[in-house]
């Protein structure tokens, strides 16, 4: 059984800074492509960041230059740096990562349960 756990949101005034973390634990094999997305209350889930294996990252526009994604491999973990934040980027943050188990022939899309993230003064 494979699960991701989120760590690291918050309430924060404009201007100000957040980590979320996500860790992976279970019988994994391996990890590919690693994301946050986001989902503000009446709004669709979106995508903010993706990294992929290689180290290639993708940004939603809205955050770029103010959000960087990152990943420890080693500890099956996936990070979000979020600076200069707005009240705008007020969500429920989602990561999820694609894995494959050792139980498993094929990679799987996985998510975690979601972490507030308030930005107000």
């Known amino acids: 059984q494979v699960q991701l756990v989120e760590s690291g949101g918050g309430l924060v005034q404009p201007g100000g800074s957040l980590r979320l973390s996500c860790a992976a634990s279970?019988?994994?094999?391996?990890?590919?492509?690693m994301g946050w997305y986001r989902q503000a209350p009446g709004a669709q889930r979106e995508l903010v960041a993706i990294i992929r294996s290689g180290g290639l990252t993708n940004y939603a526009d809205s955050v770029k230059g103010r959000f960087t994604i990152s990943r420890d491999n080693a500890k099956n973990t996936v990070y979000l740096q979020m600076n200069s934040l707005k009240p705008e980027d007020t969500a429920v943050y989602y990561c999820t990562m694609n894995i494959r188990s050792y139980s498993g022939t094929y990679y799987n899309d996985y998510w975690g349960q979601g972490t507030q993230v308030t930005v107000s003064s």
């Open positions: 279970g019988r994994i094999f391996s990890i590919g492509r």
